[in-house]
């Protein structure tokens, strides 16, 4: 219904700007350094939002996912999240590369491990949801 499509698209801008701010007082009083699990939390939050995105726009505007494999939706579900993850690890290596060049503690890129668990992380946020989704049919 509309009013439904109306809470799910403010729950999902809600969301995001929780996972934004959360992001920007984290870089801003360095909890990224102080407090070790933040970012796993963000990349999981972040990796939830792109699925519940996937499956709000896919509900709407691409009814024959719902005629597919329930492991159809997860895989194409989850290869989203993974996209928009790795757009963000991009985006952190651009900040890296013309920002924080020279400013070690401003960096948002710690190395290619760090790299890789937050795509793991993405991917279990993802992966969540998408398990969510499917059982709920």
Known sequence: TM???KRSFVFLLALIVIIL????LSTVYDWYHAVWWIDIILHILGGAWAALLFFYVQERHVPFFAAMPWWFSIVVAVSFVMLVGVGWEWLEYGFDYFVAKDD?????QLGLTDTMKDLFDDFIGGLVV???FIFKR
């Open 130 to 132: 998408g398990a969510y």
């Open 3 to 5: 009013r439904t499509t």
């Open 21 to 24: 701010v959360l992001h920007i």
């Open 104 to 108: 070690f503690m401003l960096r948002a």
